[in-house]
């Protein structure tokens, strides 16, 4: 499985970024049975859970710092996951990476992800 990221950018305190992650793989692989995340990383900083979504995407958790400001969501039959990042601060810049698990359901543990995309870069200016 692969995963590609995209939608990242720069933006003033305040604004508003949609990240995609498009899911491709051999053979038809997809990525509509498992869970899926949005983690980050700063520079000199560890990699962070960010929003996780389960393989129906009818359960979500995000991580205290973005909560009611990002939304994760997805669509199985387009294999695409999303993150609505509202109310952007400057403490949200990082690299966003998407993830896919290896069970329908993934959690905020790096280590429950078998599958990374390559990261696209936010960068929120004050």
């Known amino acids: 499985v692969q995963l590609q990221a995209s939608g990242g950018g720069s933006v003033q305190a305040g604004g508003s970024l949609r990240l995609s992650c498009a899911a491709s793989?051999?053979?038809?692989?997809?990525?509509?049975?498992?869970?899926m995340a949005w983690f980050r990383q700063a520079p000199g900083k560890e990699r962070e859970f960010v929003a996780g979504?389960?393989?129906?995407?009818?359960?979500?958790n995000y991580a205290d710092s973005v909560k009611d400001r990002f939304t994760i969501s997805r669509d199985r039959t387009k294999n695409m996951v999303y993150l609505q990042m509202n109310s952007l601060r400057p403490e949200d810049t990082a690299v966003y990476l998407c993830?896919?698990?290896?069970?329908?359901?993934?959690?905020?543990?790096?280590?429950?992800?078998?599958?990374w995309g390559q990261g696209t870069q936010v960068t929120v200016s004050s």
């Open positions: 979504i389960n393989w129906a995407g009818g359960s979500t």
């Open positions: 793989g051999a053979s038809g692989r997809t990525i509509s049975d498992n869970g």
């Open positions: 993830a896919a698990s290896g069970s329908a359901v993934g959690g905020s543990s790096r280590w429950a992800y078998n599958y």
